[in-house]
């Protein structure tokens, strides 16, 4: 069973309007979550991240919003730029500990 | 270069067949991971160091896959009597620490393909 679920297999956002991202995860013990960008042929590459004892975290173009009661994040792109277009991972950690649990992932697509 | 170096970037191997994946991780960083991706979906855990010691291998499909660092750096992902279910794009990644409040730093991974 999937623990964190990231339910649109991709998205297509116009030039600077807001893209916003969407994960959902089962498990209450989750504390931490992470989202991570990745570029066809490369790694991951960490971009924000978000405690379990707050709703909200704002890093530039960049907001993540976590509801624990839903038990639900989305991330937020204002506004979104052309290289913005990548798989978005979410992914979360029990407990603040080393392990992570992903999500398949989100294709964005920014249209100019 | 500072980030994740892995290689090779692309294996093909035929089934039955032993192959080995490397991993340079930042210098300076405790904590090594390994992930298994499969086409279509996320990063899946296999293991983890912290310096030499493996402290988790629950994540390793079978005792086919063998991992090891045996310096506390640079670590080695073996897959012994390789399978078709074992063709994934394998990703190396390495954290100052080991808690997930240190965001961790990704290679490119490798790219395995068995015939």
């Known amino acids: 069973d999937q623990q964190v679920k990231q339910n649109s297999p991709s998205l297509s956002v116009q030039e600077g309007r807001i893209s916003i991202l969407n994960c959902d995860y089962t498990n209450s013990m989750f504390d931490y979550f992470l989202w991570y960008k990745k570029y066809p042929a490369e790694g991951p590459t960490f971009l924000i991240s978000?405690?379990?004892i707050k709703d909200k975290n704002e890093d530039g173009r960049f907001t993540v919003f976590l509801n624990k009661s839903a038990k639900h994040l989305s991330l937020h792109i204002v506004p979104s730029q052309p290289g913005d277009s990548a798989v978005y991972f979410c992914a979360a950690s029990p407990d603040s500990n080393y392990q992570l649990i992903w999500g398949a992932g989100t294709k964005l697509i920014i249209k100019p | 270069g500072a980030g994740v170096s892995q290689s090779p970037r692309y294996k093909v191997a035929k089934r039955g067949q032993d192959v080995a994946l490397r991993c340079d991780p930042i210098?300076?960083?405790?904590?090594l991971f390994w992930y298994q991706q499969a086409l279509g979906q996320g990063p899946e855990f296999l293991t983890y160091f912290q310096n030499e010691a493996q402290l988790d291998k629950s994540g390793l499909p079978s005792d086919r896959f063998f991992a090891e660092r045996p310096e506390g750096s640079v670590s080695t992902l073996k897959i012994q009597r390789t399978q078709q279910e074992d063709s994934a794009v394998y990703l190396c990644a390495s954290s100052l620490f080991g808690n997930s409040n240190q965001p961790q730093h990704f290679g490119d991974g490798t790219r395995l393909s068995i015939l």
């Open positions: 978000i405690s379990s």
């Open positions: 210098s300076g960083h405790v904590s």
